[in-house]
Antibody, heavy 116, light 107 residues
Framework: EVQLVQSGAVVKKVGESLKISCKASGYNFTNYWIGWVRQMPGKGLEWMGIIYPNDSDTRYGPSFQGQVTISVDKSITTAYLQWSGLKASDAAMYYC?????????WGQGTLVTVSS | EIQMTQSPSTLSASVGDRVTITCRASRTIGSWLAWYQQKPGKAPKLLVHRASSLENGVPSRFSGSGSGTEFTLTISSLQPDDFATYYCQQYQSYWWTFGQGTKVEIK
């Protein structure tokens, strides 16, 4: 069974760094792109970016370029999303998902809370 | 950036109704469109890719159609499990974009 399991909810302060993870299993990790999607409270889905684990080719959405870094560790079939300095506006649910085409399946989501 | 506009934003319907959600692209995207269903507190679920290809395990009452700039997701006979929010997503070119969502509510 293809599964993506994300790291747990976190509470951080403005300015802190953060790296959340997405552990993939049940398929050949290097053969499929993995993407990240943001959902702010009560809002819709926003495509953040996508990475190809085989060579780490990465594309970012315009609102996220330079704001986050997407990476992978092939040895442990895990993708990451990281911030070097969180803003209050980064508070959201973050999902990873495998690109088939179409995103499926999705991780369960990681809730990021940012306090001042 | 390609803008995706869904209509309506909210739809009230009854069990058994035929429901149609429209998604319009700001420029042509061929058939590079996916549809997702999201229930409250849950991750989205892929329903359709390439505009009309139904994912394995998705009930046949769901269907997608369209190409170019106009697309539809149709539920032929709405079931209680279908009350959710639906999103379209284009993947014709980076940057990929989602529609704003259509919430299907119980009438």
């Amino acid at each position: 069974e293809v599964q993506l399991v994300q790291s747990g909810a976190v509470v951080k302060k403005v300015g802190e760094s953060l790296k959340i993870s997405c552990k993939a299993s049940g398929y050949n990790f290097t053969n499929y792109w993995i993407g990240w999607v943001r959902q702010m409270p009560g809002k819709g889905l926003e495509w953040m970016g996508i990475i190809y684990p085989n060579d780490s080719d990465t594309r970012y959405g315009p609102s996220f370029q330079g704001q986050v870094t997407i990476s992978v560790d092939k040895s442990i079939t895990t993708a990451y999303l990281q911030w070097s300095g969180l803003k209050a506006s980064d508070a959201a649910m973050y999902y990873c998902a495998r690109w088939k085409p179409g995103f499926g399946p999705w991780g369960q989501g990681t809730l990021v809370t940012v306090s001042s | 950036e390609i803008q995706m506009t869904q209509s309506p934003s909210t739809l009230s319907a009854s069990v058994g109704d035929r429901v149609t959600i429209t998604c319009r692209a700001s420029r042509t995207i061929g058939s590079w469109l996916a549809w997702y269903q999201q229930k409250p507190g849950k991750a989205p679920k892929l329903l359709v890719h390439r505009a009309s290809s139904l994912e394995n395990g998705v009930p046949s009452r769901f269907s997608g159609s369209g190409s170019g700039t106009e697309f539809t997701l149709t539920i032929s006979s709405l079931q209680p499990d279908d009350f959710a929010t639906y999103y379209c997503q284009q993947y014709q070119s980076y940057w990929w974009t989602f529609g704003q969502g259509t919430k299907v509510e119980i009438k």
